[in-house]
C-alpha cells in the first residue's frame, strides 16, 4: 500500500481536460510544500513534469499545471494529446523519519 | 548534457547481495543530493535512500533499512547502493536520480533519472 493514494485509472478524450489526484496526509502534502509529479511511459524512466506543487521545469509544456489543497495534490493536463497517454505518480517530502514518498500511480488513457 | 547510468542489477538468491552502481556526468555531482528509487515489476514507484551531495547524510525507507546502504564516490562521480539479505520482495528495476536543486540535503524531486538496472531475488 502506498503512502500517497491515486485512483488506479483515468481516461479523457483529446482537447479534454483532466485533473489527477493525490491524497497524503498531514505528515506529508498537507505541511510542505514539496509535492513533484511524474510521467511514465512503458519501458521507460520517469520524466519530472511538476515540482514543488506548481513549478513546471523549463521545457515541460504550460498544458501541465499543479495545485494542492489541504492534504490533497492536483495535476491538470489540458488539451489532453495522444502523447499525453501513461503513468502518472505523485510523490511528497513526508518528513525526518519517512522522507520520500510516492503514490501508486495513475494510468492515463487518451480515448 | 546530464547521464545517469545505472550498472550492477542481475539475479541473486534470497538472502545474497548485490552493489549497484550509477555514474553522472553533466554536472557538479558533489552540489546534488542523490537518491535510488525502485519499481517492481508492474507496479508502482517506491523510495529506498538518499544521499547528500557531500556524503555526509544519508536517508533509508523503512523497507530497507539496516540491509542497504547508499553512499558516493565523489573522485569517480558515482553512486552506489550495497544491497544485502535481498528478499524476495526487492525484485525491481532501479533506478538512480539527481535531486532537483544544488544544496539540498535530501531531494524530493528529480529532474534526471537513469535507464534503471533490474535486480531479480530468486532461487
Known amino acids: 500500500q502506498s503512502a500517497l493514494t491515486q485512483p488506479a485509472s483515468v481516461s479523457g478524450s483529446p482537447g479534454q481536460s483532466i485533473t489527477l489526484s493525490c491524497t497524503g496526509t498531514?505528515?506529508?502534502?498537507?505541511?510542505?510544500?514539496?509535492v513533484s509529479w511524474y510521467q511514465q511511459h512503458p519501458g521507460k524512466a520517469p520524466k519530472l513534469m511538476i515540482y514543488d506543487v506548481s513549478d513546471r521545469p523549463s521545457g515541460v509544456s504550460n498544458r501541465f499545471s499543479g495545485s494542492k489543497s489541504g492534504n490533497t495534490a492536483s495535476l491538470t493536463i489540458s488539451g489532453l494529446q495522444a502523447e499525453d497517454e501513461a503513468d502518472y505518480y505523485c510523490?511528497?517530502?513526508?518528513?525526518?523519519?519517512?522522507?520520500?514518498?510516492f503514490g501508486g500511480g495513475t494510468q492515463l488513457t487518451v480515448l | 548534457e546530464v547521464q545517469l547510468l545505472e550498472s550492477g542489477g542481475g539475479l541473486v538468491q534470497p538472502g545474497g547481495s548485490l552493489r549497484l552502481s550509477c555514474g553522472a556526468s553533466g554536472f557538479t555531482f558533489t552540489n546534488y543530493a542523490m537518491s535510488w528509487v525502485r519499481q517492481a515489476p508492474g507496479k508502482g514507484l517506491e523510495w529506498v535512500s538518499a544521499?547528500?551531495?557531500?556524503?555526509?547524510?544519508?536517508y533509508y525507507a523503512d523497507s530497507v533499512k539496516g540491509r542497504f546502504t547508499i553512499s558516493r564516490d565523489i573522485s569517480e562521480n558515482t553512486l552506489f547502493l550495497q544491497m544485502n539479505s535481498l528478499r524476495a520482495e526487492d525484485t525491481a528495476v532501479y533506478y538512480c536520480?539527481?535531486?532537483?536543486?544544488?544544496?539540498?540535503?535530501?531531494?524530493?524531486?528529480?529532474?534526471?533519472w537513469g535507464q534503471g538496472t533490474l535486480v531479480t531475488v530468486s532461487s
Open positions: 510523490c511528497s517530502y513526508a518528513g525526518s523519519s519517512t522522507h520520500v514518498v
Open positions: 498531514s505528515r506529508d502534502i498537507g505541511t510542505y510544500n514539496y
Open positions: 536520480a539527481k535531486g532537483d536543486r544544488a544544496g539540498q540535503w535530501l531531494a524530493s524531486s528529480f529532474d534526471y
Open positions: 544521499i547528500s551531495g557531500n556524503g555526509v547524510s544519508t
